[in-house]
């Protein structure tokens, strides 16, 4: 089977990321400081990408790194792509809903994934045609149709200078969805991997939130794209990202395009 040793790679990372997480977290020590974006940042976020770029370096010279904090030959065909900590805000509050993601990205293409969260030791997995796991057990999207008690990720609904999304999360409550928002989009998202989540959106389009779960979601039988439908290419900035269990998708994108016409 291909990409096993990759694979195996990336699986390794998790652990090591994993107890990086577990040690700074609640630790006396840990300091936040300000990024320029206005988000904060932990030791264990920096500890972590430079983790992975050594590890890259040292097991794959001829691919680069994509990473929140830090990346390196950006440019080339092989890239892992990383978001050393998902959800930085409630790990640096003491709240256990954040994830370690990392991607093998081929030319834009996700090849493999994993999504790791260290506190209830949940590691989701997936290998391009190969389906996707938890904790190596088959996980599936959801085939619901009707957004009556279903659960959507509503996920930095607005943005200035992209698309509106607050307006699509108002028609899904009105169609009876249940909206919920926990600051660590994969957290939330990768939900909808195991059936529990029907639609997931954000609209920002930073590459490290969008490659590791995209790919799970789409191994389990949902979909991934940009907020126009399209398919997204995980090694550039995106227009958004919509995750859904496939069966809505298509409606979903409708209710995005009627919220910002011309744009
Ligand atoms: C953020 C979290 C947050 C989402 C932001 C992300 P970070 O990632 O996922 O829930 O609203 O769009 O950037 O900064 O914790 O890695
Ligand atoms: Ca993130
Ligand atoms: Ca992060």
Known sequence: MSHQAELAFAKKLTKQAGDIMLQYFCADTIDTTWKKDDS?????????????????REAYPDYGVIGEEKSYETTRKHLWVVDPIDGTIPYSLGI???TFCLALVESGVVQLSVVYDPFQKR????????????????????????????????????????????????????????????????????????????????????????AAVSLIAQEAGGKA???????????????????????????????????????
């Open 40 to 56: 904060p940042l932990t030791i264990a976020d920096t500890t972590i990408n430079q983790l992975v770029i050594d590890s890259v």
């Open 225 to 263: 794209t940009d907020l126009n439908g399209k398919p997204r290419k995980y090694n550039e900035w995106g227009d958004g990202l919509l995750i859904t269990n496939g069966v809505v998708h298509d409606e979903v994108v409708e209710m995005i395009a009627d919220a910002n016409p011309g744009r």
């Open 123 to 210: 590691l989701y997995s997936a290998v391009r045609g190969q389906g996707a796991f938890l904790n190596g057990t088959p996980i599936k999207a959801s085939k619901k149709t009707d957004f009556v008690h279903s659960y959507v990720i509503a996920n930095e609904t607005y943005v200035s200078g992209k698309k509106d999304l607050r307006p699509v999360s108002h028609a899904l409550r009105s169609k009876g969805a249940k909206l919920l928002y926990i600051s660590s989009f994969t957290y939330m998202t990768i939900l909808v991997a195991t059936g529990e989540v029907m639609v997931a959106f954000m609209a920002g389009g930073s590459p490290w939130d969008a």
């Open 96 to 98: 256990p809903t954040s």
